[in-house]
């Protein structure tokens, strides 16, 4: 079963359940789904491109969770944060920081990238081999550090 179908299932089952909360977002990640597919006039069918979409909409949780909490809201706060812990069940198995680094230090090595003005060519291929897989900020961390040193 894809992602995707995986993604209709769980929201048949919270249905349901009648819990709106988890219902409410799997919602939301489906109509990102579908505002992508009408967009681009294309059918995601593979787990990448949805996987793209339930990154991006993380981000956009963790961004809110800090500028609520900033702001004093907690009520809010706490409600990014649920949205964020649904989210994150559809992200496949991360990355450890040293398999991110072991991995980007062979794509440097690979690519014979030196130094900072590369760092555009090694993040093209660094993304497209670990989209997904590695939290993006970690990765542009790891990237930087194996190109100074």
Known sequence: MGLKEQITEDMKTAMRAKDSERL????????AIKQKEVDERVALED?????AIVDKLIKQR???????EGAGR???ADKEKSELVVLQAYLPER?????VTAAVQAIVAELG???????GKVMGAVKTRLAGKA?????SAA???ALAG
């Open 135 to 139: 939290d993006m900020g970690q990765v």
């Open 74 to 76: 907690q009520d809010l």
């Open 113 to 119: 990238a030196a130094g900072p003005g590369d760092m």
């Open 47 to 51: 787990d990448a491109a949805i996987v």
């Open 143 to 145: 990237v930087k550090a």
């Open 62 to 68: 963790k961004d809110s969770i800090s500028a609520f």
């Open 24 to 31: 409410g977002t799997i919602r939301l990640l489906q109509a």
């Open 95 to 99: 990355m450890s920081a040293e398999e």
